[in-house]
């Protein structure tokens, strides 16, 4: 099988060096190999020991979600990327923005700006899904539920003391359509209050979803 062609078979997943170095295992000097690759717009690297092959040559997009999952672990992707990937927000958003159990931290890659929040593990557990992409490969992201849990809790300095600010926020400043909100999964949200972080402003948008839910009951 021509290299090209083994290539196109990884489709949008990373591949490793380790893998790279397997499927080059007929030339004489691999890593050459895989410079020339790169050199020649083949592949594009991640970072050290992670590429991907390039959408030319696969015809599928590279799956950035996916690529934030591997970048730096353990981690989901969440908060304004999420959000904009249900259609929640509507304006696009360009930094793949995720949660992780570790320190944050933040990448500036040729595929893309990557950054990662620290979540406490009790709150990092709730409400994270496996995505998948046309391919059948999959990410993790949170759900919407808590996405805008995630957003709310860990934008800094953010500290919603009533109603009327909440609702500036959702409404005014992320522009989020009600009805998505109506179709919350309030299980999320409660798991998300019952962990303690900012739980007065989780139980502020908890009383705003029930007086929606009302309005149009």
């Known amino acids: 099988m021509r290299l090209e062609q083994k290539l196109k078979t990884f489709g949008g997943v990373p591949l490793t060096h380790g893998t790279l170095l397997s499927i080059l295992g007929e030339y ?7 410079v020339r690759m790169i050199d020649n717009g083949l592949l594009l690297p991640i970072k050290k020991g992670l590429y991907a092959v390039s959408p030319e040559i696969t015809g599928i997009p590279i ?3 996916l690529v934030a999952n591997l970048l730096y672990g353990p981690s989901y992707v969440s908060m304004d990327y999420a959000l904009h990937h249900f259609g929640i927000i509507p304006e696009r958003v360009v930094e793949i923005t995720s949660m992780t159990t570790r320190r944050g931290k ?9 950054s990662y929040t620290h979540s406490p593990p ?3 557990s709730i409400g994270i899904d496996r995505i998948e992409n046309p391919d059948q490969t999959g990410f993790l992201m949170a759900s919407p539920e808590k996405a805008l849990c995630d957003k709310l809790v860990f934008t800094r300095n953010l500290n919603i003391k009533s109603r009327d600010a ?3 926020l959702l409404f005014d400043d992320l522009r989020i359509d009600e009805d998505f909100l109506i179709g919350f999964d309030m299980n999320v949200i409660d798991s998300c209050i ?3 972080n900012k739980s007065d402003m989780l139980r ?3 009383q705003l979803l029930d007086l929606l839910r009302m309005e149009v009951s």
């Open 28 to 34: 004489r000097s691999p890593n050459d190999k895989i």
């Open 122 to 124: 009790e709150f990092y």
């Open 194 to 196: 019952a962990a303690g």
């Open 204 to 206: 502020a948008l908890r």
């Open 166 to 168: 909440l609702e500036e």
């Open 63 to 65: 799956s950035l979600p």
């Open 106 to 114: 933040t990448y500036d890659l040729a595929v893309g700006r990557f």
